[in-house]
């Protein structure tokens, strides 16, 4: 099966219209590139590599910015804040 017919296909999860380069989605957000980019290496913000550029939605910094919310912070490390 290639992976244009694999339904499992992870290129398959970002939107083509809506797609934006990690150092627009920086800008917009807030968020540092290097950190966009190392939250994506390690899967916690949906984005693609395409060549060397990686790309994500809005959608989805939004998603990975609630994740980092006030009750996720473990509670030793919550006075520290």
Request: charged content about 35%; proline content about 5%.
């Amino acid at each position: 099966m290639s992976k244009e017919t694999n339904p499992t296909n992870p290129i398959d999860f970002l939107p083509i219209g809506e797609l934006i380069s990690l150092a627009e989605a920086a800008e917009r957000s807030g968020f540092s590139i290097e950190l966009l980019r190392a939250v994506a290496k390690k899967g916690r913000l949906k984005a693609k590599k395409v060549g060397r550029n990686w790309f994500t939605t809005m959608e989805f910094v939004g998603e990975y910015k609630d994740s980092r919310s006030f009750k996720n912070i473990p509670k030793k490390y919550r006075d520290r804040t």
